[in-house]
């Protein structure tokens, strides 16, 4: 996840800080890959455990069922055609199809933002969530009631390197 931190809202600003975190990146990719998690609604929740709020899993669900149809319809479909151009046809040379996957990848994660813009509306627009002790019981709720909705447990060491890396002074809200 690259693009520039100045802009967007508090989230996704969040969201660019948070996943050039060591060991961010891949365990997100590994929870997406292993138990279908929607990285953008992950993030959503460990934002929101950086703020001490905690979602009920009909928040997510609702918050899932909302953002899905664009996820499928766009952002699923982008990352399958960037996936398949590391490999791709020989009718282009490998520099020109590099070139085009780089551009597929920028496109892939404009959607994303607009993804998560969208999502951030719906936050604000509501009393979403409820007040939690701490970050981390915040943190650890939203990962349990998200895999909770999901229906299976997300690999621990996964999770384990999200909570450490949101702990992290690095990840210090802006807001």
Same mark, same amino acid.
């Given at each position: *996840?690259?693009?520039?931190?100045? $802009? ?13 975190? +060591? %060991? !961010?990146? +891949?365990? =997100? ?7 279908? !998690?929607?990285?953008?609604?992950? #993030? ?22 909302? @953002? ?9 479909? #982008? ?5 398949? #151009?590391?490999? /791709?046809?020989?009718? !282009?040379?490998?520099?020109?199809? &590099? ?19 969208? *999502? ?5 627009? $509501?009393?979403? %969530?409820? %007040? ?10 939203? @990962? &349990?009631?998200?895999?909770?909705? =999901?229906?299976?447990?997300?690999? $621990? /060491?996964?999770? &384990? ?11 210090? /809200? &802006?807001?």
């Amino acid at each position: *996840m690259t693009a520039s931190a100045s $802009s967007g809202s508090p989230f996704w600003r969040f969201s660019l800080r948070f996943y050039r975190q +060591d %060991g !961010v990146a +891949d365990a =997100c990719i590994l929870l997406q890959e292993e138990a279908g !998690v929607d990285v953008n609604l992950l #993030l959503f929740l460990l934002w929101h455990a950086r703020r001490k709020r905690t979602l009920s899993a009909s928040e997510i669900a609702e918050l899932e069922r909302r @953002i899905a149809p664009w996820r499928e319809m766009t952002v699923i479909p #982008l990352r399958t055609m960037r996936r398949a #151009l590391k490999s /791709p046809p020989t009718l !282009v040379d490998g520099a020109t199809s &590099e070139l085009f996957r780089t551009r597929i990848k920028a496109i892939e994660l404009e959607a994303e933002r607009l993804q998560q813009e969208a *999502m951030h509306e719906l936050a604000g627009a $509501s009393t979403m %969530g409820t %007040g939690a002790p701490s970050l981390e019981a915040a943190a650890r709720a939203n @990962i &349990e009631a998200y895999a909770a909705t =999901c229906g299976r447990a997300f690999p $621990s /060491p996964a999770t &384990e390197a999200l909570l450490a890396a949101l702990t992290r002074p690095e990840c210090n /809200p &802006e807001e």
